[in-house]
C-alpha cells in the first residue's frame, strides 16, 4: 500500500512550456486534490475532484487544468509554465468517509527559468 | 470554513508536553477540528481530528473547550522529530465539502 504518489519529485521548466505532475493513489480514495505551496506560505488549494469525472476549481486555478479518468490518477498539467508557477505542489486525498484526514504525497518541486 | 488563530511559534524542550493552542471563536455546530502538521519539505501529516469531545490517538491528543471556541493540541512526550508546522484547521464534514483551507500555522521547534 504506497498511498499517494507523485512523480516526478523534482522537475525544472523553462517559461512557456508544458509538463504534466502526476498524482496516483492506491487507496481507493474518491476526493483527490491538488494544492500548490510557496516558500513560507501555507497550502493552497488549485484544484480538486469528488471522483472519476468530476472535478472542480480551488482558489488558484489559472494557468492549470486537470483530469479525472479513473479513481486512482489525478494529473494536473501546467498549460504553458511562467516563473510565477514556481512553487512545491502537493496531491492529497480522502476517503473512509469524509470526516477522515487527508492523505498527502510526498510533492513535487517545481522551477521555472 | 471558520478562521482559526494560531501563535506563530513555540519552543518545547525535548521529553516534555508541547501543548499547541488554537482559537476558533466563530466555529458552527457541524464544523470539526483538524490538525496536521509538516515537517520540513514534506507533505502535510493528518494527526487527529474531533468535533466536542476530547480525542486521543498514538500521535496526540486533542481537548475542545467545552464552547468548542478554542481547543489544543497535546504532544505528550515531544521527540525532536515532532519539530514542524503545525496547522490547526476547522472545516465542514460533508458529502459536499472536502476542501481545506491552511493559515500560517504554529512552528514548533523541539530542541534537545
Known amino acids: 500500500n504506497a498511498g499517494v504518489t507523485q512523480t516526478p519529485k523534482f522537475q525544472v521548466l523553462k517559461t512557456g512550456q508544458s509538463m504534466t505532475l502526476q498524482c496516483a493513489q492506491d487507496?481507493?480514495?474518491?476526493?483527490m486534490s491538488w494544492y500548490r505551496q510557496d516558500p513560507g506560505m501555507g497550502l493552497r488549494l488549485i484544484h480538486y475532484?469528488?471522483?472519476?469525472?468530476?472535478?472542480d476549481q480551488g482558489e488558484v486555478p489559472n494557468g492549470y487544468n486537470v483530469s479525472r479518468s479513473t479513481t486512482e490518477d489525478f494529473p494536473l498539467r501546467l498549460l504553458s509554465a511562467a516563473p510565477s508557477q514556481t512553487s512545491v505542489y502537493f496531491c492529497?486525498?480522502?476517503?473512509?468517509?469524509?470526516?477522515?484526514?487527508?492523505?498527502f504525497g510526498s510533492g513535487t518541486r517545481l522551477t521555472v527559468v | 470554513d471558520a478562521k482559526t488563530t494560531q501563535p506563530p511559534s513555540m519552543d518545547c524542550a525535548e521529553g516534555r508536553a508541547a501543548n499547541l493552542p488554537c482559537n476558533h471563536s466563530?466555529?458552527?455546530?457541524?464544523?470539526?477540528v483538524y490538525w496536521y502538521r509538516q515537517i520540513h519539505s514534506q507533505g502535510p501529516q493528518y494527526i487527529i481530528h474531533?468535533?466536542?469531545n476530547n480525542e486521543t490517538n498514538e500521535m496526540a491528543s486533542l481537548i475542545i473547550t467545552e464552547d468548542r471556541k478554542s481547543s489544543t493540541l497535546i504532544l505528550p512526550h515531544a521527540t525532536l522529530r515532532d519539530t514542524a508546522v503545525y496547522y490547526c484547521?476547522?472545516?465542514?464534514?460533508?458529502?459536499?465539502?472536502?476542501?481545506?483551507?491552511f493559515g500560517a500555522g504554529t512552528t514548533v521547534t523541539v530542541r534537545a
Open positions: 466563530t466555529i458552527s455546530g457541524n464544523e470539526y
Open positions: 484547521i476547522v472545516r465542514v464534514s460533508t458529502p459536499n465539502d472536502y476542501k481545506l483551507s
Open positions: 474531533g468535533l466536542k
Open positions: 492529497a486525498s480522502l476517503g473512509g468517509g469524509y470526516t477522515y484526514g487527508y492523505t
Open positions: 475532484s469528488v471522483g472519476a469525472g468530476i472535478t
Open positions: 487507496m481507493n480514495h474518491e476526493y
